[in-house]
């Protein structure tokens, strides 16, 4: 009884003022991604814009992948009034959600018929606050609890963000045809419609950033970096001095700090997170390709990933942030890694037996539900590995290194698929795995050990 009763304690941590407020923030930061990604897309297409060009538009949503050339500057620096008045990492929310809230109004103010340009250009403004709003967010997460509460924060986000999507995809949709009144004739009112409803969406972030309160952080350390660089610098003029400092300090300093922390260990903890994900990446470039394949239907294919699939996978990150608050970070990521593994071997069970709706959607639902719990797991291990001091900045370069090997690899899936089917291209995909947890139980048998400077930048429980 008392067992359960501690179980059911972990889930406690879902009532905390500041999951709560990532919640909130999930929703914001999910909520653009599909106005400049699908939902755009359907909008160009109905309005005529050629497949080739609205192919090309997608390139909008490279800013996401490139958002840690200028985390530098969110890190370090503080914007005029508003970091006065709200704090740093609020000041720069607010800023984002502002330019959002106009690029989605400008988006709404134009039609693509006679201002593709002038579109575009409103969607590059969403798409670079958008991701500018990611590296605040991810920083304010890590910085506001402690790293028992990451994963649940990471979950947290997770569902706002996931649910957001489907508003801003499904929702934007159905909003453009209820405005529609003749679905077989193109107007731009029913779009500029939608994507009104979505900039005043927007406020949910906007109402959020301004009742919470900001994290509260040392950086002693990163004003320390730069004024002992500014002292060696000294023989320069004062203003290049300065200037140098500064630009150590947001750009140098935190790779040297957090090769400075690790020492060794830090080859071991890259390699992990280079490879974490590689089995449900390799997998994933093939699953729709696969159920097609097995003579899914695309209505039974969106119903299961995205009915089940969706559930699931939010069951799963919740569930994944109170396994790690109960039983550590380093368990769950293990847990996590194995499930995720062994879940492709569902697949290989599929490939066996051919079309069985009935099977597939166990697949799915075991596959990510795993992925939700793994997912929870690792966004905690990287929250844990990254020094306050320059949060921003050390997150956004860990987590856009998560995916570029799994990418790689997984671009020879068809090559493998065509030269040895489904079946055993699933068990290679699980076996892709089992080096993680090589790498995962080595770092069990070295526990981390930064430098005690590190240790006083990690965040404390800053309470509401």
Request: with cysteine.
């Amino acid at each position: 009884m008392t067992g359960l009763m501690d179980r059911l304690g972990a889930l406690k941590v879902y009532a905390h003022k500041r999951v709560l407020v990532l919640l909130a923030l999930g929703f914001s930061s999910g909520l653009p991604l599909m106005l400049v990604f699908g939902t755009l897309s359907a909008w160009l297409r109905e309005a005529g814009i050629e497949r080739a060009t609205i192919g090309f538009l997608s390139w909008v949503t490279l800013a996401y992948s490139v958002k840690f050339l200028w985390a530098p500057l969110v890190d370090r620096l503080p914007l005029p009034l508003l970091s006065r008045f709200f704090g740093r990492r609020r000041a720069w929310l607010l800023l984002a959600q502002l330019t959002l809230i106009l690029g989605l109004v400008g988006m709404a103010g134009t039609d693509p018929t006679a201002q593709l340009f002038t579109l575009v250009g409103f969607a590059l403004l969403v798409a670079f606050a958008s991701a500018t709003q990611d590296i605040v967010v991810d920083a304010f997460r890590i910085e506001a609890a402690p790293e028992k509460m990451q994963a649940a924060l990471a979950a947290a986000y997770q569902m706002g963000y996931r649910l957001a999507m489907i508003l801003s995809s499904a929702g934007a949709l159905a909003i453009a045809a209820w405005a529609d009144p003749d679905p077989d004739v193109y107007r731009v009112e029913a779009w500029r419609t939608a994507y009104l409803v979505m900039a005043a969406a927007m406020g949910v972030g906007l109402l959020t950033t301004l009742l919470a309160s900001e994290p509260e952080v040392d950086r002693r350390q990163a004003e320390s970096d730069q004024a002992a660089q500014l002292a060696r610098l000294a023989h320069l003029p004062a203003p290049l001095a300065r200037l140098l400092a500064w630009g150590y300090s947001a750009l140098v300093a935190p790779f040297r700090d957090f090769f400075a922390r690790y020492g060794r260990q830090a080859l071991l903890i890259l390699a992990l997170i280079a490879c974490y994900r590689i089995s449900d990446v390799v997998m994933g470039v093939m699953a729709n390709v696969f159920y097609i394949d097995m003579g899914f239907s695309k209505a039974e294919i969106a119903a299961v990933s995205k009915v089940f699939g969706v559930i699931m996978t939010l069951v799963g990150a919740a569930l994944g942030g109170a396994l790690v608050y109960r039983f550590g970070t380093i368990r769950i990521l293990f847990l996590g890694a194995l499930l995720v593994a062994a879940t492709n071997l569902l697949f290989a069970v599929q490939a066996h037996v051919g079309y069985n709706l009935t099977l597939l959607v166990f697949a799915i639902s075991a596959d990510n539900l795993s992925a939700g719990i793994a997912t929870s797991a690792f966004i905690a291990y990287l929250s844990s590995l990254v020094n306050t001091a320059y949060s921003a900045t050390q997150y956004a370069l860990l987590s856009s290194m998560m995916l570029l090997f799994p990418k790689f690899v997984a671009g020879f899936s068809g090559v493998v698929v065509d030269a040895v089917g489904y079946e055993w291209f699933f068990v290679f995909a699980s076996l892709l795995g089992v080096p993680v947890l090589g790498l995962i139980a080595l770092l069990q048998r070295q526990p981390l050990s930064p430098t005690p400077d590190a240790a006083q930048a990690k965040p404390q429980d800053a309470g509401g």
